[in-house]
Each structure stands twice: as structure tokens, then as C-alpha cells.
């Protein structure tokens, strides 16, 4: 009897094993890439919700009743499990380094040099971000005082 316990479970075991190797045959892991872009389209989707929310110079993360441009980027990267550093300035040091012309949405763009502003690329050459009137907004990085200021960018997710 104890055998044919003994038999059963090793039998169990090998089917169990045998359809878990066969199915994960079966199933790919998503590119990267893929991943990346899924996020980012999650992390603007949550960001434009907060469109017309008032600038408040060093708003505090733990309201969305206002915000600065780096509790901004900071509470919108957070609902997706990316952990943001306070400040613009030391957000610019997280993630890696990518070329304007390599921009994705989802990646962080930061302003002025030293860093004193930061949004959030959504593609067609455009950011979400917020300063001032009207608060949380979208506007174009490629003319006007947004490209003379632009200094460079990060990828973090």
C-alpha cells in the first residue's frame, strides 16, 4: 500500500511538472519594451486625470488637491509602483540618461540648469506637467520658452 502512495505521488509529481515545463514552453515573456510602454501609457492615463489641479510652490505629496511639478511626477509615478525621489533635482538622477530625440512617453523631461522643473513626456512632442496658471497642463516641448529651456531627459520605468 505504501507503494502505491508512493507510486501515485510520483506520479502526480511528474504530470505536475511536465505540464508546468510544457506550458511555460508555451508562453513568452513580454519584450521589455513592451512592458515599458504599457506602464507609461498607464502612468499618463493617471496623470491627465489630474488636468486643471492647481500649482502650489512646494506642495505637499500626500494631497492631489494641488501640486508642484516634482509632486506631481512624484504622486503619478507612485500609483504605478515607481518610487520618485521629492524634488526635480533629484529626480534628474534617476533612471538613465535618453537623447531628446529618443524620447518615449512616460520618461521625465527636466528644465533649466541646474534642474528646477520637471514633466512628463506623452509623445508628439508634448508634456504633462504643471507651473503656475492653469495648473496641471499639456504643452509643446518643440517652440517657444519650453525648447529654449529644455535640458534633458530620464527614463525611469
Known amino acids: ?13 511528474s504530470v505536475s511538472f511536465s505540464l508546468l515545463m510544457g506550458g511555460t514552453a508555451v508562453l513568452q515573456a513580454q519584450p521589455a519594451h513592451a512592458i515599458f510602454a504599457s506602464k507609461a501609457s498607464d502612468v499618463i492615463s493617471s496623470a491627465k486625470k489630474y488636468l486643471g489641479k492647481p500649482y502650489k510652490f512646494d506642495a505637499s505629496t500626500s494631497t492631489t488637491r494641488y501640486f508642484d511639478c516634482s509632486s506631481f511626477t512624484k504622486k503619478v509615478f507612485a500609483l504605478h509602483g515607481v518610487k520618485l525621489p521629492r524634488s526635480s533635482k533629484a529626480q534628474s538622477k534617476v533612471g538613465k540618461s535618453v537623447s531628446k530625440s ?10 533649466y540648469k541646474p534642474v528646477h522643473h520637471v514633466g512628463i513626456y506623452i509623445g508628439g512632442g508634448k508634456i504633462i506637467h504643471t507651473y503656475g496658471k492653469p495648473g496641471v497642463t499639456i504643452d509643446t516641448i518643440n517652440s517657444g520658452w519650453w525648447k529654449s529651456h529644455y535640458a534633458f531627459a530620464r527614463r525611469v520605468s
Open 1 to 13: 500500500m505504501l507503494k502505491n502512495k508512493f507510486g501515485k505521488l510520483v506520479l502526480s509529481v
Open 102 to 111: 529618443n524620447l518615449k512617453p512616460g520618461d521625465l523631461v527636466f528644465f
